[in-house]
T-cell receptor, first 115, second 113 residues
């Protein structure tokens, strides 16, 4: 069974700092990996999607990398801002039971950027 | 486009009651799914659909039913509510299953007394 782990569970940084969020998964037979942002009381917003054949994706100040063989992904946030404060979720897309497609989520990293 | 719309946003039920959580998307997405989010558990897949008329079970399907009569709508039914079903429920959709990001609704916060 696929398991996704995110470390740390919470992170507090001063504004302007570069930071890295970590995600690890146990089964490397994946189709893709997605990073989401969740604000309190809100749904999830997709930030970056990396296909299993790709090594990284970039969007603005965000860069996500994928090392499928070692079961790791990182989300790099450059020049953090208070508006980046949210919970960041990593999700792995893979075959589930009976040929289904299933996203398996980590429990998230709660980021606080202090002005 | 409204994206993925979930109704209601909040609901309180008594044990044993039934209800339907609504999910609609206006993006012509084929793939739709339901998740529940619980503290310390993360999001878990309940049911999913790869197109109209096709549904299947996810990781935690017991106590829930779904149907997909149209591309746009994917309702989730609680047959006989139990306190263990107190959770936040999210509906998600994507155009294809394997290579497109998932779009999520804002969730339904459900309390079972």
């Amino acid at each position: 069974k696929q398991e996704v782990t995110q470390i740390p569970a919470a992170l507090s940084v001063p504004e302007g700092e570069n930071l890295v969020l970590n995600c690890s998964f146990t089964d490397s037979a994946i189709y893709n990996l997605q990073w989401f942002r969740q604000d309190p009381g809100k749904g999830l917003t997709s930030l970056l999607l990396i296909q299993s054949s790709q090594r990284e994706q970039t969007s603005g100040r965000l860069n996500a990398s994928l090392d499928k063989s070692s079961g790791r992904s990182t989300l790099y946030i450059a020049a953090s801002q208070p508006g980046d404060s949210a919970t960041y979720l990593c999700a792995v897309g893979a075959r589930g039971g009976a040929g289904s497609y299933q996203l398996t989520f980590g429990k998230g990293t709660k980021l606080s950027v202090i002005p | 486009n409204a994206g993925v719309t979930q109704t209601p946003k909040f609901q309180v039920l008594k044990t044993g009651q039934s209800m339907t959580l609504q999910c609609a998307q206006d993006m012509n997405h084929e793939y739709m799914s339901w998740y529940r989010q619980d503290p310390g558990m993360g999001l878990r897949l309940i049911h999913y659909s790869v197109g109209a008329g096709i549904t299947d079970q996810g990781e935690v399907p017991n106590g829930y039913n779904v149907s997909r009569s149209t591309t746009e709508d994917f309702p989730l039914r609680l047959l006989s509510a139990a306190p263990s079903q107190t959770s936040v429920y999210f509906c998600a959709s994507s155009y294809t299953v394997f290579d497109q990001p998932q779009h999520f609704g804002d969730g339904t916060r459900l309390s079972i007394l």
